[in-house]
C-alpha cells in the first residue's frame, strides 16, 4: 500500500495560482507513473494530468491545457500540481494517484493508489 497524502489545497479567487503537493509517506514515488484527477460537485472523477516515472513524458486533460503544469521533484518523491488562471469550474476535490506502469494513463481505473484528495475552492 501506499500513503498518498495530498496538499495545498484552499480557498483561491479566480484567476488566481495554487500549487497542489503529493507525497509517500516513507516511499519513493519514483517508479510510479502520477496522475491527478479532480471531483467536481456533482460530476463523476476526471482526468487531469499524467506524468512518467522521470517527468519526461506528460498528458493532459483538454480543459486545463496551458493552464496547469504537473513536475515532480529530482527525487522523485513529491509530485507537484502548479494550477494557474484558476476558474470557478476548477473548483473541485483534487487526488493524486500511483500506477505501477511506465505508461501514462488518463482512466481512473488504471491507477493503483489514492490519496484522500485536496478540497480546491475558485471563487468568482
Known amino acids: 500500500q501506499i500513503p498518498l497524502v495530498e496538499s495545498g489545497g484552499r480557498l483561491v479567487q479566480a484567476g488566481g495560482s495554487l500549487r497542489l503537493s503529493c507525497t509517500a509517506s516513507g516511499r519513493t514515488l519514483s517508479v510510479f507513473v502520477m496522475g491527478w484527477f479532480r471531483q467536481r460537485p456533482g460530476k463523476e472523477r476526471e482526468f487531469v494530468t499524467s506524468?512518467?516515472?522521470?517527468?519526461?513524458?506528460?498528458s493532459y486533460a483538454d480543459s486545463v491545457k496551458g493552464r496547469f503544469t504537473v513536475s515532480r521533484d529530482y527525487a522523485g518523491n513529491t509530485v507537484y500540481l502548479q494550477m494557474d488562471n484558476l476558474k470557478p469550474e476548477d473548483t473541485a476535490v483534487y487526488y493524486c494517484?500511483?500506477?505501477?506502469?511506465?505508461?501514462?494513463?488518463?482512466?481512473?481505473?488504471?491507477?493503483?493508489?489514492w490519496g484522500q484528495g485536496t478540497q480546491v475552492t475558485v471563487s468568482s
Open positions: 506524468v512518467s516515472w522521470n517527468g519526461g513524458r506528460t
Open positions: 494517484a500511483a500506477r505501477a506502469s511506465s505508461f501514462l494513463s488518463s482512466m481512473a481505473s488504471d491507477y493503483d493508489y
